[in-house]
Structure formats: C-alpha cells, structure tokens
Nanobody, 125 residues
Framework: QAQLVESGGGLVRPGGSLRLSCAVS??????????MHWFRQAPGKEREFVAG???????QYGHFVKGRFTISRDNAKNTVYLQMNSLEPEDTAVYFC?????????????????WGQGTQVTVSS
C-alpha cells in the first residue's frame, strides 16, 4: 500500500507560478521503482494527464504543457514535484498525484495504482 499526500496548491494570478509536492509513504511500496504522475481535473471535465516521470527518469508531459511545467522526483525523500510557471486560468483544476507501482509512465488514469486526495489550483486575477 502507498499513501500520497499533495501540497502546494492555492490561488495565483495569471502568469504566476506554483510548486506542487507529493510525499509518498507506505510499505511494501518502493518509491524508487515507481512511475509517478500528475493528473488534473477541472469542473465538468475528464481527468487529464499533466506529467509523468519514470524510475529511469523518463519524462512525459501533456500536450498543453508547452514547456511551462517541470516534473521532478527526489527518491531520498520519496517525493515528486511539479513546478508550474506561466499559469493560465485554463490551468485551474484539482491536481492529483498518482503512482504506478511497476511499469512505465502512462497517461491513462486507470494504469495508476494509487492516488492522492488532490490539491486545488486556482488561477485568477
């Protein structure tokens, strides 16, 4: 089992930045071999893949990211991060951290084994 706890969400003006964190705990889950992801869901919309980082540091981003976001991981701290710059109102959503115990990064939500509770990101002037 694994527990994922996101933090760092909040209200930011357009063009601003936020850094989301996701701390992972639990055994026998092994963070260092897991693929970690960020998904988001806006009201009335389906969950959308934001970014993923594999155990081998392979990285994939959603099509809308366009160089604005950076995903990273710290295996010593069992934590994955999402640095978001140049935020737009369209980025407003609940952001979820997910883990896939084994395997590669996947943009399909159902491939993730564990989900956090989500953190709200609101971009508004």
């Amino acid at each position: 089992q694994a527990q994922l706890v996101e933090s760092g969400g909040g209200l930011v003006r357009p063009g601003g930045s936020l850094r989301l964190s996701c701390a992972v705990s639990g055994r026998p889950f092994i963070f260092s071999v897991a693929a970690m992801h960020w998904f988001r869901q806006a009201p009335g919309k389906e969950r959308e893949f934001v970014a993923g980082i594999g155990w081998n540091t392979f990285i994939q981003y959603g099509h809308f990211v366009k160089g604005r976001f950076t995903i990273s991981r710290d295996n010593a701290k069992n934590t994955v991060y999402l640095q978001m710059n140049s935020l737009e109102p369209e980025d407003t959503a609940v952001y979820f951290c997910t883990a896939r115990s084994r395997g590669l990064v996947s943009s399909t939500p159902s491939d993730s084994d564990y989900w956090g509770q989500g953190t709200q990101v609101t971009v508004s002037s």
